[in-house]
């Protein structure tokens, strides 16, 4: 089991509840579906996950920000998720709430929002 912290990032929030509409998932759900072989990619090769982060919501500057109802989340990784997280973590040397972000930011490209 996983426990992730998000309280302090209310751009993972955002684009957490961004998947759950979109989507149409639960919050684990959300974060599962951005977790996958195709954003492991996009983060280690255009290596600007921690720019992009960062600059969330710049295009979009007036709206306001969802946030989840419970930041902290208890969450059980397949092996696959984890192993990728884990990688992610190593390579770009962030923890794992940063490394999850970096996933979920590319996931908003994927969905078409700007980033």
């Known amino acids: 089991m996983t426990n992730l912290n998000f309280s302090d990032n209310l751009a993972a929030q955002d684009m957490i509840k961004i998947v759950m509409k979109e989507k149409d998932l639960s919050v684990k759900a959300a974060i599962e579906f951005s977790i996958n072989h195709d954003m492991h990619k996009e983060i280690i090769e255009k290596k600007y996950g921690s720019i992009a982060l960062n600059l969330w919501g710049h295009g979009d500057a007036e709206r306001e920000w969802d946030v989840l109802d419970e930041p902290i989340i208890d969450i059980e990784f397949d092996e696959l998720r984890e192993d990728l997280i884990n990688d992610i973590t190593k390579k770009e040397k962030v923890d794992i709430e940063t490394a999850v972000s ?11 929002y700007h980033i």
């Open 102 to 112: 970096y996933f979920l930011i590319f996931t908003m490209d994927y969905l078409g």
